[in-house]
């Protein structure tokens, strides 16, 4: 079973920056390779939502919400995946997970982004 380990994130005034990176150890590259990856994240009393997905060769797409501040990213050869955010708002503090755009792989314990106001 495939388990992505969430990193990065932390505490971070409104306006500034941070990264988060997800890597599938477990995952057969070729296997991590063909999947659409998305990253993913869940407020305190909300439902998790979708933030951006990648695909193989790196076409990309984004919420509403991020689009214009945040880049998803991905290093295939080390089946890793990076969400770069840039200009943030207290309104993105969340815990941040990665996974298939299918959400097939079990859930890791995500990154806490906290943005103060």
């Known amino acids: 079973q495939v388990q992505p380990v969430e990193s990065g994130g932390g505490l971070v005034q409104a306006g500034g920056s941070l990264r988060v990176s997800c890597k599938a150890s477990?995952?057969?590259?070729?296997?991590?390779?063909?999947?659409?990856m998305a990253w993913y994240r869940q407020a305190p009393g909300k439902d998790r939502e979708l933030v951006a997905t990648?695909?193989?060769?790196?076409?990309?797409n984004y919420a509403d919400s991020v689009k214009g501040r945040f880049t998803v990213s991905r290093d295939n050869a080390n089946k890793k995946i990076h969400l770069q955010m840039n200009s943030l708002k207290p309104e993105d503090t969340a815990v941040y997970y990665c996974?298939?755009?299918?959400?097939?792989?079990?859930w890791g314990q995500g990154a806490q982004v906290t943005v103060s106001a």
């Open positions: 477990r995952a057969i590259t070729s296997v991590f390779n063909s999947k659409i």
């Open positions: 996974n298939t755009e299918t959400r097939e792989w079990t």
């Open positions: 990648i695909t193989r060769l790196s076409s990309t």
